[in-house]
Every structure is written in structure tokens, then in C-alpha cells.
Nanobody
Framework: QVQLVESGGGLVQPGGSLRLSCAAS????????WGWYRQAPGKQRELVAS???????AHADSVKGRFTVSRDNAKNTTYLQMNSLKPEDTAVYYC??????????????WGQGTQVTVSS
């Protein structure tokens, strides 16, 4: 099994920055793809950014140029650097991983979510 724990959410003013972290623990064989999703009240969960093990990344159009996803494979951790935050970025942010635990097949895992609120 793999467990994902997010940190770094909070309240920030418009134009501010936050960095989210998501650390994986457990008997990890490999983490193939990291993803960050968000869900605002009354809206569907949406993919914000992703990072593949080969180094490629992708970002939603709504956050391009403001958010940057990265990963530290040695620490089994992914980060989401969020700059120039807007009120519409307010949501619960979820970490997601396609990972394989030892003696298991690759599975999808979710973190518990962390609240990001952008407000003056």
C-alpha cells in the first residue's frame, strides 16, 4: 500500500503564493505519475497539473504560467508551486499518484486533500 499526505494549504491574498507538497509513504516500488487535482464547491474535480516519471509535465490552461508541478523521486514527493493566486483558485487540492507498491500491481492513490483559500 501507498499513502499520500499533502501539506502547505492555507489562506493567501490574491497575487500571493503557496507551495503544496505531497509525500508518499509505504512499501513503494515506483511512482509513475503524480497529479494535482482541485475541487471547488459545487464544481467537479479537475486536473491541475501532472508529472510523469520520465520528466514530462502538463498544466491546465487555467494555471499555465502561474503554477508549476515538480517531483523529487528520492523523497517520493511532489510539489505544486502556485504563484499569482486568484480567488478562483480557491478549492480543495488533492494529490494523486499512479504508483506501485512492492509485491503489488500499479494502482491509483489519493491524498486526503488540503484547502487553499485565496481571499483578501
Amino acid at each position: 500500500q501507498v499513502q499520500l499526505v499533502e501539506s502547505g494549504g492555507g489562506l493567501v491574498q490574491p497575487g500571493g503564493s503557496l507551495r503544496l507538497s505531497c509525500a508518499a509513504s509505504g512499501s513503494i516500488f515506483s511512482i509513475y505519475v503524480w497529479g494535482w487535482y482541485r475541487q471547488a464547491p459545487g464544481k467537479q474535480r479537475e486536473l491541475v497539473a501532472s508529472s510523469a516519471s520520465g520528466g514530462s509535465t502538463a498544466h491546465a490552461d487555467s494555471v499555465k504560467g502561474r503554477f508549476t508541478v515538480s517531483r523529487d523521486n528520492a523523497k517520493n514527493t511532489t510539489y505544486l508551486q502556485m504563484n499569482s493566486l486568484k480567488p478562483e483558485d480557491t478549492a480543495v487540492y488533492y494529490c494523486h499518484a499512479l504508483a506501485r507498491a512492492n509485491s503489488d500491481v500499479a494502482r491509483y492513490y489519493w491524498g486526503q486533500g488540503t484547502q487553499v483559500t485565496v481571499s483578501s
